[in-house]
């Protein structure tokens, strides 16, 4: 059995407790954030920040989330492989939205800011987008998509669950962020960004080896890095227009089906997904869930 550590950011561990919330274990063991179980590994994250993946599929598992802490990875370096000024530059971003919900779609928006434009944005209050409240997501998205050049991708659950047997959840995001990234410096052409920085959801090994499988390949400038909206306000915009458009059309499908679908993917849920098998099966419920989650199996065995 492999047995796998990382270390992560307090960010991070957040996304990954998001991202297995309908995995949890309800056992509380001492000194953790958190326990799952997913596909035979158990996953438990500590309050130092490491995390261990146990169990067959362990490396796999662990690959989406960082290098393995036994590696000694150099101190700071997720910071120092960027641009020292990067912050000042010009630069195109990227990041995704909904990736750990298992209603609504999965939204990637790439935005570029011009360094003339850096000072207008912070005027706006453009931010971590987990520092804002909904409603001043949906104000700021708007502003920002009338003053900055953006690509924005949105992938209704239909069409994910359509791909996914194909593309594992790493594969599936790397093919949006590098599209996204594609269209947009075709839409700013012939200005070119000083840097392309990605939001880091997995290690730039395992994008770069994904990417290689696409058909427009974007391969230069590009850094990652956590937290990518604390180095430069691209992302943050980038991240506020994925959200916005996360939240809208997650009202839509609300609307459409007559029930307040909720994000996340807890027991609320469950419960709701039940209810949308019952009104007309899983061929009703694939238009508005992520169907590979956990949560599909619980619903189907709560409507029964």
Known sequence: MSNIIIKVTTAQMEKMKQAYLSYLLPKKIPYTVF?????G?????????????????????ASQWGKAASAKPKAGKTAASLPKNIESLSVLGSDEVGNGSYFGPLTVCAAYVAKEQLTQL???????????????????????????????????????????????????????????????LKKIAPVKPEAILIDQFTPESNYKKYVRLEKNQVQ???????????????????????????????????????????????????????????????DLLANYAKLHFANTEKAKKMSL
Not at 35 to 39: C, I
Not at 42 to 57: D, E, H, L, R
Not at 240 to 250: C, T
């Open 220 to 282: 230069e400038k590009l850094y990652f890095v956590t937290k990518g909206e604390q180095y430069h306000l691209a992302v943050a915009a980038a991240s506020i227009i994925s959200r916005a458009s996360f939240l809208e059309e997650l009202a839509k499908e609300s609307a459409e089906v007559g029930l307040e679908l909720p994000s996340g993917a807890g027991t609320k849920s469950d419960r709701i997904a039940a209810k949308i098998i019952e009104q007309g099966g899983v």
């Open 122 to 184: 912070k005027k706006l209050g453009v931010r971590d987008s987990k520092e804002l409240k909904d409603p001043q997501i949906i104000q700021l998205a708007s502003i920002l998509k009338k003053t900055i050049p953006y690509q924005l991708l949105v992938l209704e659950p239909k069409k994910y669950n359509e791909i996914q047997p194909k593309y594992n959840a790493v594969r599936m995001k790397v093919a949006l962020h590098n599209q996204a990234i594609h269209l947009l």
């Open 41 to 61: 590994t158990t996953i438990t994250a500590y309050t130092s920040g490491k995390v261990m993946f146990q169990g067959a599929n362990a490396e796999k598992e």
């Open 35 to 39: 326990a799952a179980k997913k596909n």
